[in-house]
């Protein structure tokens, strides 16, 4: 991203997953403020509530997966989330980002289905988020795929387990794909709930990641903001975990709460 990018758009909101109700200004309201700030400087929504795309890979439930981020997003505050499914094997449309679109919203899912419908769209969809100063908002499966270099699954690493086999999303060994290159880290989510954080240290002590972040549900990690691209704040109810590789081997693993920050780079 571009260090010259308007504060009001261009951002990042990275959210582990979780359903926390009183959490829910907390994760999704800093989001819905940049979303009105794009809308208002690009002149197209001022004193409207920000029309918010939510993409969503639909694997046949797709109405009521949209159902629950309708609501948790108009719980943040006022604004228009407006339905994007993709169904399965298909691939998400560079043109649903209408002109009055204030934000994109990619819902969570299977990760690797999300991977697939996204990927021939990264980079003209990382270039049409700076040119027009839009905020993006990545829920698990979302925030995954923000990365340059996504995580997107697997329970294994050379046959030997590295997480629980329940959260390896359809895949059995690990795979790191393609992102959309919004941060240069890599993300992992449910790191407390799910015990994803092993798996994203033992992928960063392997040399396959130079930077990861683990998020624990009903947290927001924030790149962008006051703190400017070179740093990420932290909010919410857990924390987030920033995993680097140590000198002379292994990982150094340092953990963010809310209010707190670390460099991305």
Not at 54 to 75: H, M, N, P, S, T
Not at 90 to 111: I, M, P, S
Not at 159 to 183: F, H, K, Y
Not at 254 to 264: C, K
Request: hydrophobic share 40%.
């Amino acid at each position: 991203m571009s260090s010259g990018t308007k504060s009001s758009g261009g951002r990042v909101f990275l959210i582990g997953g979780g359903w926390e109700e009183t959490v829910a200004d907390v994760v999704h309201g800093p989001f819905l403020r940049a979303a009105r700030a794009a809308s208002e400087a690009s002149g197209s929504g001022s004193g409207t509530a920000p029309r918010l795309l939510c993409v969503i890979v639909d694997e046949g439930d797709g109405a009521e997966q949209f159902a629950r981020y309708d609501a948790a997003l108009r719980k943040a505050g006022d604004c228009t989330p407006v339905p994007c499914p993709v169904p399965v094997g298909e691939r998400f449309e560079l043109g649903a980002v209408t002109r009055d679109v204030a934000g994109v919203f990619v819902c969570g899912g299977l990760t690797p289905a999300y991977q697939e419908a996204l990927a021939e769209a990264s980079g003209a969809l990382s270039s049409l988020l700076r040119e027009r100063g839009l905020p993006y908002a990545g829920f698990s499966a979302g925030a995954a795929l923000a990365g340059r270099d996504a995580l997107v699954g697997g329970w294994l690493m050379d046959g030997i387990a590295i997480c629980p086999p329940d959260t390896a999303e359809d895949l059995e060994e690990l795979e790191v794909r393609p992102g959309l290159g919004l941060v240069p880290f890599a993300v992992d989510n449910h790191a407390a709930q799910w015990g994803t954080l092993g798996r994203l240290a033992a992928v960063v002590a392997d040399g396959r990641l130079a930077h990861g972040v683990a998020i624990d549900e009903n947290t927001l990690v924030e790149v962008g903001g006051e703190g400017g691209h070179g740093r990420a704040r932290v909010a919410g109810r857990g924390r987030a975990h920033s995993v680097r590789p140590a000198p002379g081997g292994g990982v150094l693993v340092r953990s963010y709460g809310d209010g707190e920050s670390f460099p991305v780079a």
